[in-house]
Nanobody
Framework: QAQLVESGGGLVQTGGSLRLSCAAS????????LGWFRQAPGKEREPVAA????????WYADAVKGRFTISRDNAKITVYLQMTRLKSEDTAVYYC???????????WGQGTQVTVSS
């Protein structure tokens, strides 16, 4: 069964940086749009960033523009989220996701916790 496995979460101080990684289990994921979502306590899951299969185009939520960068390495079937100038409001469980061959986010990782402390 196709899987996405996130890593790289943890505890960081305000203003610090973290890099999240998400490794896919199947080569097909290198042809899918990949994205990152997050869910803070008591809030709905929200999209953070997405990147097209070739990496030629990326989208960011307004809340993270200029601070987060999404990238991918199709040879490693891995997507990254570089997070800088972290704020307390970035605290959440971060999930990676893949679109697949049908419309919508069809594959999800298990999530990794990011906690930003002041």
């Amino acid at each position: 069964q196709a899987q996405l496995v996130e890593s790289g979460g943890g505890l960081v101080q305000t203003g610090g940086s973290l890099r999240l990684s998400c490794a896919a289990s199947e080569r097909a994921f290198s042809t899918y749009t990949l994205g990152w979502f997050r869910q803070a306590p008591g809030k709905e899951r929200e999209p953070v960033a997405a990147i097209t299969p070739t990496g030629g185009s990326a989208w960011y939520a307004d809340a993270v523009k200029g601070r987060f960068t999404i990238s991918r390495d199709n040879a490693k079937i891995t997507v990254y989220l570089q997070m800088t100038r972290l704020k307390s409001e970035d605290t959440a469980v971060y999930y990676c996701a893949a679109e697949g061959v049908t419309k919508g986010w069809n594959y999800w990782g298990q999530g990794t916790q990011v906690t930003v402390s002041s």
